[in-house]
């Protein structure tokens, strides 16, 4: 199986099948992908180096993809999203401050439910 790296090795191109999706609870996605052949080992040391990065993923049907295909602008994508950031930093708040791990859960549950009707009682204060 041959990759195709653009110059700046960031990209590597293997034909692949889909096997999989699961819808995730914030909507996005996971894919699980089989190689149909035997993978080299350059292009098994290619996927390793790619573990973990962010950055698009092309398909194309039973065809090359075609280097003029590939969006120029960045994926626009992070590692945790903001409510992901929004919650550890509230996690870390919380600890420090002596609460328990497991009983974070339910204290920004509430901690969420009671800025919501803050925003909502805003809102009809506008309207």
């Not at 914030?26 to 950055?55: A, F, K, W, Y």
């Not at 929004?86 to 509430?110: C, H, P, Q, S």
Request: aromatic share 8%; proline share 2%; charged share 35%.
């Amino acid at each position: 199986m041959e990759s195709n790296q653009q110059q700046d090795g960031n990209m590597i191109q293997i034909p692949v099948q889909f096997t999989k999706v699961n819808l995730l609870a914030d909507r996005s996605v996971s894919i699980l992908l089989h190689t149909n052949n035997e993978i080299n080992n350059e292009d098994l040391i290619e996927l390793l180096d790619h573990r973990g990065l962010l950055g698009w993923m092309l398909f194309k049907e039973d065809k090359e993809i075609d280097i003029d295909e590939v969006p120029k602008e960045q994926s626009g994508i992070t590692k945790k999203s903001i409510g992901q950031k929004e919650r550890k930093a509230y996690f870390v708040e919380f600890t420090l401050k002596g609460g328990e791990k497991e009983d974070f859960n339910v204290w920004y549950d509430k901690f969420r439910e009671a800025r919501l009707e803050k925003k909502l009682q805003q809102i009809n204060e506008l309207q």
